[in-house]
């Protein structure tokens, strides 16, 4: 089941085709530019490949905070374990990871310029103030966006265990 860290394991009385049926059943395919050219009627879109797939609420807005359930599939004796995990893309956790850095060291940049310039006036605040406006912006986006793309990533978790709720082992 799902535990608090986003993760589930689930262990299914179904073959891996069948999990895979199932997952197809409540999702529509996934296109390279799906968040402009919305096909089908389906709540959530994704992807599978394999015995991997992903899952995530289909939304009419941009949000690169969106979690989405990354999902593998094993095959069992008596049938199928479905490991997944909700989480934002990796290309957004990357590149927050560069943009924090990023302004965090202009910031400590401007601090030491602010320090070491015998007279500084108000044009040098400029070398501190950018960079922690920019600062404060990120946390704000980060937080409302991950708090919005969290409650759609647990919708399709939530729609993903009723889906199999009539076959767990």
């Given at each position: 089941m799902?535990?608090?860290?986003?993760?589930?394991e689930l262990n299914v009385k179904l073959t891996p085709e069948e999990v895979t049926s199932r997952i197809s059943s409540i999702m529509d395919k996934e296109t390279l530019f799906w968040h402009f050219t919305y096909t089908g009627d389906k709540k959530f879109i994704g992807k599978i490949k394999g015995q991997e797939f992903r899952v995530q609420k289909k939304i009419g807005y941009?949000?690169?905070?969106?979690?989405?359930?990354f999902g593998r599939i094993k095959q069992m004796q008596n049938g199928s374990r479905i490991q997944g995990c909700l989480r934002m893309h990796s290309f957004?956790?990357?590149?927050?990871?560069?943009w924090f850095a990023g302004t965090s060291a202009f910031a400590l940049l401007?601090?030491?310029?602010?320090?070491?310039?015998?007279?500084?006036?108000?044009k040098n605040i400029v070398f501190i103030a950018v960079p922690l406006v920019m600062l404060v912006f990120g946390i704000g986006l980060v937080c409302i966006g991950t708090r919005i793309g969290k409650r759609d990533g647990n919708e399709a978790v939530t729609a993903f265990l009723d889906m199999f709720s009539d076959v767990l082992l």
């Open positions: 799902k535990n608090e860290s986003g993760k589930i941009r949000n690169s905070w969106n979690h989405i359930l957004v956790t990357i590149f927050m990871i560069f401007g601090g030491l310029i602010l320090l070491t310039v015998p007279n500084p006036d108000s």
